[in-house]
T-cell receptor
Framework: NAGVTQTPKFQVLKTGQSMTLQCAQD?????MYWYRQDPGMGLRLIYY???????DKGEVPNGYNVSRLNKREFSLRLESAAPSQTSVYFC?????????????FGPGTRLTVT | DQQVKQNSPSLSVQEGRISILNCDYT??????FLWYKKYPAEGPTFLIS?????DKNEDGRFTVFLNKSAKHLSLHIVPSQPGDSAVYFC???????????FGKGTSLLVTP
């Protein structure tokens, strides 16, 4: 049982380049999330998808777009990367939305934008 | 503005002793609180949670205490083990909400 998987694990981009971070879960969860974690900071929610076909902005959505491709997959796209987007990105999923439902996290993608 | 605060960036405890990790919050609308544990190069994993209708929740060696009037919660680990060395994040939310508001984390080191 893989849980939540993320690709790639590491990525270096130049300013202005674009890329898509991939996330997939095999737990038949309805809700999926993208967070970023910066040094000395807690995790901050970028976007979430309460259920297949819906997406909503979180606390720090600027500079990102998301796609809920199907129930399993939720991707995060950086259209024009900026150094301020250097961070570790975590994808998470839960049975449904709401704090009562435990969120399961992937191992993270470490992104550096030069 | 940080709504969930973990004011101790790090804590060192001897094996077998009690570890106490603290967390304060500012939003009185929060009614559900969680602790997550994170090892290096891994994603956070859920540890324990508490609803605002309770003041204590226990799961094995882990106990979370909630003081609503002080807007304060704490995680007690007894006895502490070297494998507990990790970063611990406090998070808070409204039951009906979706967003988890995380603190900055406390790095716990349990020494043999």
């Amino acid at each position: 049982n893989a849980g939540v998987t993320q690709t790639p694990k590491f990525q270096v981009l130049k300013t202005g380049q674009s890329m898509t971070l991939q996330c997939a879960q095999d737990m038949n969860h309805n809700s999926m999330y993208w967070y970023r974690q910066d040094p000395g900071m807690g995790l901050r929610l970028i976007y979430y998808s309460a259920s297949e076909g819906t997406t909503d902005k979180g606390e720090v959505p600027n500079g990102y777009n998301v796609s809920r491709l199907n129930k399993r997959e939720f991707s995060l796209r950086l259209e024009s990367a900026a150094p301020s987007q250097t961070s570790v990105y975590f994808c998470a999923s839960s049975r449904t939305s709401g704090a009562l439902y435990e969120q399961y996290f992937g191992p993270g993608t470490r992104l550096t934008v030069t | 503005d940080q709504q969930v605060k973990q004011n101790s960036p790090s804590l060192s405890v001897q094996e077998g002793r009690i570890s106490i990790l603290n967390c304060d919050y500012t939003n009185s609308m929060f009614d559900y609180f969680l602790w997550y544990k994170k090892y290096p190069a891994e994603g956070p994993t859920f540890l324990i949670s508490i609803s605002s209708i309770k003041d204590k929740n226990e799961d094995g060696r882990f106990t979370v205490f909630l003081n609503k009037s002080a807007k304060h919660l704490s995680l007690h680990i007894v006895p502490s083990q070297p494998g507990d060395s990790a970063v611990y994040f406090c998070a808070a939310s409204r039951n009906s909400g979706y967003a988890l508001n995380f603190g900055k984390g406390t790095s716990l080191l349990v020494t043999p």
